[in-house]
């Protein structure tokens, strides 16, 4: 990619982001995380206010918050997330003669590209790589769809094979990659840049809103990177994109954009323009009914790989709850907690933006350092708090669960639960209660988790939670200060 040709997209990059800023109050697609207020008269009420609140969110506001936490996630991690499991791999032809690499060298790379690689500091590749790289790589192309958690690579997969597949001969688009929003289509224009820096002949362009191109353009840019909605109108309408020249498309983050049937109906819609011979490319982080039954009417006759997750176990965390009357109550019971043993570090999840600000503040007045993770928060400054607490700026992490899903802070030990983890019709939500303080079996280490209970309803969801691990929680009192040293040792 040349760094003049790039200087160039980037300031398109960042006019376009700033045009559709401006955009944005108008426009559904790409608008950015916008949440009600919350009311007194809500956060007053509890739990069944939360019920109401949850049971309220649209669809938009799910897909913007899994495509912040997407985001959210990009922008913390600085590496690859390890795994110890094994990849399944489903093939359309088990006599097909695709294999797997070790090596970068093994995949035979045009070298600027494996300069590239190089310059990124990947030194082989990644266990979905190994798998999926030979198949996008091979000649006729392979169709994929492939699934593994999120930081497992596979971003810098593709962008592998749309920069090997594409011919710097050819000055129209061949490669077309749909994100869910355009933040995110940035992320990956960015690997695109990096990856592509020894090789400037190809050149990327973002079709995202606000990007407003001359009537009647042709572009000459190989790859087209953008979100559905404006990729669409760019093949369909406005002709900047003969769709019948792409030869690779791949569609990224397919559980996030499956959160808006908008999104859904458009990237088929695109899907559905493109030649036969089009290599189809889907990657998802989770694999649903949903997202599969999606990537099934994507991907025609695909290689399937799969990365399991690693299992959260339990097994390691000391569990135990608090019985209090009110919040006030379980801020006296924290501060006994905090007053009588040493906590490196902590996260606190309460139920409502609302509640982790009260917390935090009285936190702060008793002299803890507390970051605060809240919703009204831009995904950037988000990210910003989450790098100064793991990098122990501050000792205590007050949050509510939508910002702070799928956060690994290793040295966490202690995870108090200010209130209860519940879905939208007030049920034990055990999923976000087990990543809250589950630890991965590999790194087996030890925790707290520590549960307030202040309701009659809280108590019950507690129980159901208990059943649910068939893991006893233990009661404490935290008014007994030889009662909570113990729970240290
Ligand atoms: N082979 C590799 N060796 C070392 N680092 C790698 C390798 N492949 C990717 N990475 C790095 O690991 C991190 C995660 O990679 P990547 O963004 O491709 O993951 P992802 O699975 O696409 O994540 P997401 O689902 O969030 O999009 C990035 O910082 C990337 O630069």
Same mark, same amino acid.
């Given at each position: 990619m040349a760094t003049d040709s790039w200087a160039l997209a980037v300031d398109e990059q960042e006019a376009a982001a700033e045009s559709i800023?401006?955009?944005?109050?108008?426009? #559904?697609?790409?608008?950015?995380?916008? #949440?009600?207020?919350?009311? @007194?008269a809500k956060a007053a009420a509890g739990e069944k206010t939360e019920k109401t609140e949850k049971t309220e969110k649209t669809e938009e506001d799910d897909s913007e918050d899994k495509a912040a936490q &997407?985001?959210?996630?990009?922008?913390?991690? &600085?590496?690859?997330?390890?795994?110890?499991?094994q990849v399944e791999v489903l093939q359309r032809d088990p006599n097909s003669?695709? !294999? &797997? %690499?070790k090596s970068f060298e093994e995949l035979r790379l045009k070298p600027p590209l494996l300069q590239g690689v190089y310059a990124m500091g990947f030194n082989r590749p990644s266990?979905? *790589?190994?798998? +999926?790289?030979? $198949? $996008?790589?091979a000649e006729p192309p392979q169709n994929l769809i492939a699934q593994s958690q &999120? @930081?497992?690579g596979k971003t810098a997969a593709f962008v592998l094979a749309m920069l090997s597949h594409v011919d710097p001969n050819n000055k129209w688009p061949q490669c077309?990659? %749909?994100?869910?929003? !355009?933040?995110? +289509?940035l992320q990956t224009g960015k690997v695109i840049e990096q990856m592509g820096k020894f090789y400037p002949e190809v050149k990327l362009v973002y079709a995202i809103r606000g990007n407003k191109l001359e009537r009647g353009m042709k572009l000459q840019e190989q790859i087209v990177i953008g979100t559905p909605g404006t990729v669409l109108d760019w093949c369909q309408k406005l002709r900047f994109i003969d769709p019948k020249k792409i030869n690779v498309? %791949?569609?990224?983050? +397919?559980?996030? $954009?499956? +959160?808006? *049937?908008?999104?859904?109906? *458009?990237?088929?819609r695109i899907q559905r323009m493109l030649p036969k011979t089009c290599q189809m490319l889907l990657f998802s982080a989770t694999f649903e009914e949903s997202v599969w039954n999606f990537a099934k009417r994507i991907v025609p006759d695909p290689n399937i790989i799969k990365l399991k997750r690693e299992e959260e176990t339990l097994d390691t965390i000391k569990q135990y709850y608090v019985v209090c009357n009110s919040k006030e109550e379980k801020f006296q019971a924290l501060c006994n907690i905090y007053g009588a043993i040493t906590i490196a570090q902590a996260m606190i999840f309460c139920h409502t933006r609302r509640t982790a600000g009260w917390l935090a503040g009285e936190l702060s007045k008793e002299g803890h350092q507390v970051a605060l993770l809240s919703g009204e928060m831009q995904v950037e400054q988000r990210a910003a708090v989450i790098e100064r607490f793991r990098g122990g700026k501050e000792k205590v992490l007050v949050t509510t669960n939508v910002c702070a899903r799928g956060i690994d802070v290793e040295q966490v030990s202690v995870v108090i639960n200010f209130d209860l983890p519940v879905d939208k019709d007030g049920n034990p939500d055990n999923e976000t209660y087990l990543h809250r303080i589950g630890r991965t079996g590999r790194f087996g280490k030890r925790g707290l988790a520590i549960n307030m209970v202040d309701s009659k309803f809280s108590m019950n969801v507690l129980h159901r939670i208990q059943e649910h691990f068939n893991k006893k929680i233990e009661k404490l009192n935290t008014d007994d200060l030889d009662e909570i040293e113990k729970i240290a040792n």
């Open positions: 800023s401006n955009l944005q109050l108008n426009e #559904k697609e790409d608008k950015p995380k916008e #949440k009600p207020e919350e009311n @007194g &997407s985001l959210l996630n990009k922008l913390i991690r &600085s590496n690859l997330v390890n795994t110890t499991n003669p695709l !294999y &797997s %690499v266990k979905i *790589q190994e798998n +999926a790289l030979p $198949m $996008m790589l &999120s @930081g497992t077309l990659c %749909v994100s869910p929003t !355009y933040e995110l +289509a498309f %791949v569609l990224d983050e +397919a559980d996030v $954009m499956i +959160a808006t *049937q908008g999104h859904q109906d *458009q990237s088929i």
